[in-house]
C-alpha cells in the first residue's frame, strides 16, 4: 500500500488504513468468536507518513510499515489469544521479505542488514 486510503487483502485479518488528512496508520485485525466479531486498532504512535512511506501485509500474521524515514516496524500476531507485538528494525524475529526491503531507504535498507535480518 502506497496511497492513502484503506487496505484489506482477501485470505487475512488485517485492514490498513492511513488517512490522507492526518498521514495516522491504523492496523486493525478483526477476528471471530463465538458468534461474533471484533475489532483490534492498532495506531502505531508517532508514526507519520511521509514521502516514501508504504505498509505492507506479508499474511495472517504479519504487517510491515515505513514512514518513509525513520519509523520501520512489524506488527506481528502472537499466539492463539490474537495479541500483536510490534517489532522495530533491531528485533524483527523474521526475515524482510524483499517487496519491504527493497522499498526500504538506504539508510534504513542499511540498518535492517547491520542487525542481520535480512
Same mark, same amino acid.
Given at each position: 500500500?502506497?496511497?492513502?486510503?484503506?487496505?484489506? =487483502?482477501?485470505?487475512?485479518?488485517?485492514? &490498513?488504513?492511513?488517512?490522507? /488528512? !492526518?498521514?495516522?496508520? +491504523?492496523? $486493525?485485525? +478483526?477476528?471471530? *468468536?463465538?458468534?461474533?466479531?471484533?475489532?483490534? !486498532? /492498532?495506531?502505531?504512535? @508517532?508514526? &507519520?507518513?511521509?514521502? @516514501?512511506?508504504?505498509?505492507? %501485509?506479508?499474511?495472517?500474521?504479519?504487517?510491515?510499515?515505513? !514512514? *518513509? !524515514?525513520? #519509523?520501520?516496524?512489524?506488527? &506481528?500476531? &502472537? *499466539?492463539?489469544?490474537? @495479541? %500483536?507485538? $510490534?517489532? @522495530?528494525?533491531? #528485533?524483527?524475529?523474521? =526475515? %524482510? =521479505?524483499?517487496?519491504?526491503?527493497?522499498?526500504?531507504? =538506504?539508510?534504513?535498507?542499511?540498518? %535492517?542488514?547491520? +542487525?542481520?535480518?535480512?
Amino acid at each position: 500500500m502506497t496511497q492513502f486510503g484503506e487496505l484489506s =487483502p482477501s485470505g487475512t485479518s488485517w485492514t &490498513v488504513r492511513i488517512s490522507a /488528512t !492526518d498521514r495516522k496508520l +491504523h492496523i $486493525i485485525r +478483526h477476528y471471530a *468468536g463465538e458468534h461474533w466479531k471484533s475489532e483490534a !486498532d /492498532t495506531l502505531k504512535e @508517532g508514526w &507519520v507518513a511521509k514521502e @516514501g512511506w508504504f505498509a505492507f %501485509v506479508e499474511n495472517g500474521e504479519r504487517v510491515w510499515a515505513y !514512514d *518513509g !524515514d525513520k #519509523d520501520f516496524f512489524l506488527l &506481528v500476531e &502472537v *499466539g492463539s489469544n490474537k @495479541g %500483536v507485538a $510490534i517489532r @522495530g528494525p533491531c #528485533d524483527l524475529a523474521c =526475515p %524482510v =521479505p524483499e517487496e519491504v526491503l527493497s522499498k526500504l531507504s =538506504p539508510a534504513a535498507r542499511q540498518l %535492517v542488514e547491520s +542487525h542481520g535480518q535480512r
